[in-house]
Nanobody
Framework: VQLQASGGGLVQAGGSLRLSCAAS????????MGWFRQAPGKEREFVAA????????AEADSVKGRFTISRDNAKNTVYLQMNSLKPEDTAVYYC??????????????????WGQGTQVTVSS
């Protein structure tokens, strides 16, 4: 499956962005989906994930209450709504697809397919 992330950009602290990740070449509803991010000089970290029907989500503590993951299986797309952005949210954001499980994984190694990443920059 191929993943194409979009929606990144430059935003002031306190602002919002919505990232999208469009999937093609596979049956989207067969996959759990996740968002990860990597800041310069840091390791890739988990942001949020959602299981294949969309009923169960997981979020990193650092984004709880600010970021929301959702999916539209009819559009083969997963979203990450990011509100109240902070400068420390600056990173390249990656979407990923992994095996269908009841509870979405927070571990990057659990995901088989990755998008190319989209840059999010939050200015103070």
């Amino acid at each position: 499956v191929q993943l194409q992330a979009s929606g990144g950009g430059l935003v002031q602290a306190g602002g919002s962005l919505r990232l999208s990740c469009a999937a093609s070449g596979g049956t989207f509803s067969r996959y759990n989906m996740g968002w990860f991010r990597q800041a310069p000089g840091k390791e890739r970290e988990f942001v949020a994930a959602v299981n294949w029907p969309g009923g169960t989500t997981a979020e990193a503590d650092s984004v709880k209450g600010r970021f929301t993951i959702s999916r539209d299986n009819a559009k083969n797309t997963v979203y990450l709504q990011m509100n109240s952005l902070k400068p420390e949210d600056t990173a390249v954001y990656y979407c990923a697809a992994g095996p269908r499980r009841l509870y979405p994984s927070v571990v990057a190694g659990s995901y088989d397919y990755w998008g190319q990443g989209t840059q999010v920059t939050v200015s103070s």
